[in-house]
């Protein structure tokens, strides 16, 4: 007979431990519980991530008019005289995504070791390696890239999804779990402007397409999403303490939303008036694809940090879970998962 089992003489309950396998499997299943709300919500964020990762794919790569839309935006990075197209002639700066990755591993590393979260630091880690290998793996052996428009030799190489976007972005969400819940505002409003500059350098040197940075921000969303729904499967996340943090809103969702809402928004415009609007055998100028891609690479980023935040809202990777006592009353106002004790004895 397992010690929950047990009849106590005095007439009390003892509360279910948390943090223990007992509570992941049984109290952390009861249907209103926590954990089990956090993991639907990032089980369908992942599914959802998952479908628009193939609809990008298949409007943007898959289809005549996306890969000639495409196709222009190397154009208008020629004409571009801005320091950012420059930058594709700096010898030093191609090595920008492997200082990018050393730096990024071991910051999380240092941050989970100092603050002693070491099965959250490996998740960090598992984190960026997963979603580098899965990028990598749909970029050379599923996601093909067909020529459908007979494009020249350089632009039908495949690039989706971007790996330089993938590693900025699995940063960004390695810092999620190792920083504190009170910091992670000030951690990922500053690496998502990390994240962004990167995307938005790959298009500037003429390294990636737009779609190739649309897809890794969505890549990311599923495998963030999926490991958070293992976590919350597992019982180790917890309700945060309802706290105000107006300088996390002024300074981080704020900006985050206004770059989301701005670059989607002028990025779908471009995109339209270059593709859909312009009277037959009338181009557009070489710049308004390169313009409408930047601005929807920029815009997509800033779209997945602020979901991410938004999933995560009230959740503190750092918290043990609310505990539940076995006869359903609880200590903290969720219901516990187990009925109430019967009036009569049962023999």
């Not at 106002?333 to 004790?341: A, I, K, R, T």
């Given at each position: 007979m397992a010690p929950y089992d047990r009849l106590r003489t005095d007439g009390a309950t003892p509360p279910l431990e948390t943090g223990t396998w007992w509570y992941a499997a049984v109290a952390g299943e009861a249907p209103d519980s926590f954990s089990a709300r956090v993991r639907r919500r990032m089980r369908r964020a992942c599914l959802g991530s998952i479908l628009l990762l193939a609809v990008v794919y298949a409007g943007l790569v898959l289809t005549a008019t996306g890969q000639r839309w495409e196709n222009a935006v190397p154009a208008g990075w020629l004409t571009d005289e801005t320091p950012a197209a420059a930058y594709g002639a700096n010898p030093t700066l191609q090595h920008l995504t492997v200082y990018s990755l050393a730096g990024g591993l071991l910051a999380l590393t240092v941050i989970g070791i100092l603050?002693?979260?070491?099965?959250l630091t490996l998740a960090?880690?598992?984190?960026?390696?997963?979603?580098?290998?899965?990028?990598?793996?749909l970029q050379r052996h599923f996601l093909v890239r067909p020529d459908l428009v007979g494009a020249p030799p350089d632009l039908t190489r495949n690039s989706f999804p971007s790996g330089h976007t993938t590693i900025a972005m699995s940063v960004m969400f390695g810092l999620v779990l190792v920083?504190?819940?009170?910091?992670?505002?000030l951690a990922v409003g500053l690496c998502a402007l990390w994240a962004t500059a990167v995307g938005a350098y790959t298009m500037a040197a003429g390294w990636h397409r737009p779609s190739d940075t649309i897809g890794a921000d969505l890549l990311l969303l599923a495998v963030a999403c999926g490991l958070l729904a293992l976590l919350a499967r597992r019982g180790r996340l917890g309700p945060a303490h309802r706290r105000r943090f107006p300088f996390r809103t002024l300074f981080v969702i704020i900006p985050l939303t206004l770059a989301a809402l701005g670059g989607l928004g002028a990025g779908l415009l471009l995109l339209v008036d270059s593709v859909f609007v312009l009277p037959p055998g009338v181009r557009s100028l070489p710049h308004d694809p390169y313009r409408s891609g930047q601005a929807l690479a920029a815009g997509a980023s800033a779209a997945a940090t602020l979901l991410l935040l938004g999933l995560l809202r009230h959740v503190d990777l750092d918290a043990r879970p609310a505990p539940h006592r076995v006869t359903g009353s609880v200590v903290s106002?969720?219901?516990?998962?187990?009925?109430?004790?019967p009036d009569h004895e049962i023999s």
């Open positions: 603050r002693r979260r070491f099965a960090a880690l598992g984190a960026v390696g997963v979603s580098l290998f899965l990028a990598e793996l920083v504190p819940y009170r910091m992670r505002g106002e969720e219901p516990g998962p187990f009925p109430p004790d």
